[in-house]
């Protein structure tokens, strides 16, 4: 079975990384967590730049654990890119089509995959930090890994420059059949890439699985900022403003509004139909309801004034509704 | 102009320099690159690398003529191969490659520590294993580095002076470097006058050494940045 299997320890002075794991070998599995809670450490494990004190890891049911970083066919894209200063975009591609196995895409073909083939002759120390992540996706990608892990590739980028990375991350998985494990900590990004999470905090896995399942769990909400309060819904079924949507959308607590009547004469594109499946008051402004609709559960958080005077209870039909532009 | 004898003393000079310096390279880098990483007993071979510096140079050049003389351990096979060092131009290139050995490694040293370990865990992810690392990516960037050594060195090794004379001894047109021939006219009465121009002369090309080595760590530095 393809797959990459974790189970490992690993201390480093004061912090100890204790994580178990499977990301399937199809599809990206996300790797989420708030900073410092170890995902670059992992990524470092994983692909053999540091030796864990105990465990194992297993690559398509193989035990890579005794190999050196350079045998074990993970691909690893840094957050800084970590371009060879000494070579030229081109020659940096070519370091790793050199040294991948056969068949594999060439130099010119992976540049014009990431839109870095105007750039293929130029040093790479006056490139922005956007091209220098794209080249060191492209230089991954001729590397031919059996697995590859992005370590926050989007940090240099913001907004629609963001949307179109994640865009042709999507398509290089889609078009290249390579697994992927991406470390991220936007929950945005973490629902329009992933099929799959794996979300640590300090050290430990707190929840793992499919990507709609196990964003639902509790552990995994209370890694969110509470504004992000939300669950992952499918970006087909929902109409959104910006039409570059993939994968899920995260639809927040707080962009969800909810009515007890069928909503009529009504701007907002999104209207969901559902019943209460349960109220979590959260504190003295506020209570988290959870709607079973067909798409799916979603959260919506509300006044407790509001809850009581629409008689939120379990069982309640409601209709759930969000503005397209809030998407 | 220089006077026949003169251009002989620069000659020996350049020979010995040169040959001190390119036969030191390999081992001038390996323990360079070594003492640029982290391994057990990295002190032990820091201490041996600084052992020229801190010894009197009489003392290398007495050293090495009881290991390379033709009665020590290493001389004597080497006689055996027809090889002879002790009081010969190729002996005043070991005892000068002995003695720029610390300067040398020290200066390479630099280069390689100059380049972010980062760089290498990017090579190894990327299937370079660790010999590939070190030629692809640790040599080439510590290049310029090296070139810069190799001109500090070859500067450091025209001045050698007392290893080179216990080892070597100082005959002229075999041994007599520029150092060398200075002590050897300062011992006639008179010779303070030559031993000045062959001061300068050791002056100036000590000085287009230095400039050599600037000049190529600036364009290292350009290369790198831009």
């Known amino acids: 079975m393809r797959s990459l299997e974790a189970d490992i320890e690993f201390t480093q002075g004061a912090f100890s990384l204790r994580a178990r794991f499977v990301a399937p070998g199809e599809g990206i599995t996300v790797l989420f967590g708030p900073s410092g809670s170890g995902k670059t450490t992992l990524l470092s494990v994983l692909a053999g730049l540091q030796r864990p004190d105990r465990g194992a890891i297993k690559l398509n049911g193989t035990d890579i654990s005794e190999l050196g ?19 030229t975009v081109r020659h940096n591609i070519a370091y790793a089509a050199r040294r991948a196995p056969r068949g594999g895409l060439q130099v010119e073909d992976a540049a014009r995959f990431f839109d870095v083939a105007g750039l293929l002759d130029r040093p790479v120390g006056n490139l922005s930090g956007g091209e220098k992540s794209r080249v060191a996706m492209a230089r991954a990608l001729v590397s031919r890994p059996d697995f590859l892990l992005l370590d926050e590739p989007f940090s240099a980028l913001d907004g629609i420059r963001r ?11 889609r078009v290249h059949k390579l697994p992927m494990l991406v470390v991220t900590h936007n929950i945005d990004d973490a629902a329009a890439l992933a099929s799959h999470l794996v979300a640590i905090r300090d050290g430990a896995v707190v929840a793992c699985g499919d990507f709609a399942t196990a964003s639902r769990e509790a552990a995994f909400q209370s890694l969110l900022d509470a504004r992000d309060t939300g669950a992952a819904i499918p970006a087909q079924l929902l109409q959104a403003a910006s039409d570059n949507r993939r994968g899920a959308i995260w639809l927040r607590a707080d962009q969800v509004m909810l009515a007890t009547e069928p909503p009529r004469a009504l701007s907002a594109r999104n209207v969901l139909e559902g019943c209460v499946a349960s109220l979590w008051p959260e504190s003295d402004q506020s209570v988290l309801v959870e709607v079973a609709a067909p798409i799916g559960p979603l959260l919506s958080r509300v006044t407790p004034q509001a809850a009581r005077e629409l008689a939120l209870a379990p069982g309640r039909p409601v209709w759930a509704i969000a503005k397209a532009h809030m998407l | 102009m220089l006077s026949a004898e003169e251009a002989q003393i620069l000659g020996t000079s350049f020979w010995v320099a040169a040959n001190a310096v390119l036969w030191s390279l390999p081992f001038a880098i390996a323990t360079a690159f070594a003492l640029s990483r982290r391994f057990p007993g990295k002190l032990a071979l820091e201490g041996v690398t600084h052992l020229p510096i801190i010894l009197p140079p009489v003392l290398v050049g007495f050293l090495l003529l009881m290991l390379f003389g033709q009665r020590g351990p290493i001389g004597g096979l080497l006689a055996e191969a027809g090889i ?9 290139a070991l005892a000068t490659a002995v003695m720029t050995f610390p300067v040398f490694v020290r200066s390479i040293r630099l280069a390689f520590e100059a380049t972010h370990h980062s760089l290498f865990e990017a090579a190894a992810v990327l299937r370079a294993g660790p010999r590939d690392r070190f030629f692809s990516i640790a040599l080439p960037l510590a290049g310029p580095g090296i070139l810069a050594g190799v001109m500090m060195a070859f500067a450091t090794a025209l001045g050698e002076f007392g290893a080179v004379i216990t080892f070597a001894a100082n005959i002229p047109g075999q041994t007599q470097t520029l150092p060398l021939a200075i002590y050897a006219v300062l011992q006639e009465p008179g010779g303070e006058a030559e031993a000045l121009r062959l001061a300068g002369l050791s002056f100036v090309l000590a000085m287009l050494g230095l400039a050599a080595a600037a000049a190529l760590q600036r364009w290292a530095g350009r290369r790198l940045s831009g």
């Open chain 1, 69 to 87: 970083p350079h045998r074990r066919g993970i691909g690893l894209v840094f957050q800084d890119a970590r371009l060879f200063p000494h070579l």
């Open chain 1, 163 to 173: 949307r179109a990375f994640i865009a042709t991350l999507s398509d290089m998985h």
């Open chain 2, 84 to 92: 002879h060092l002790a009081f010969t131009a190729k002996g005043a």
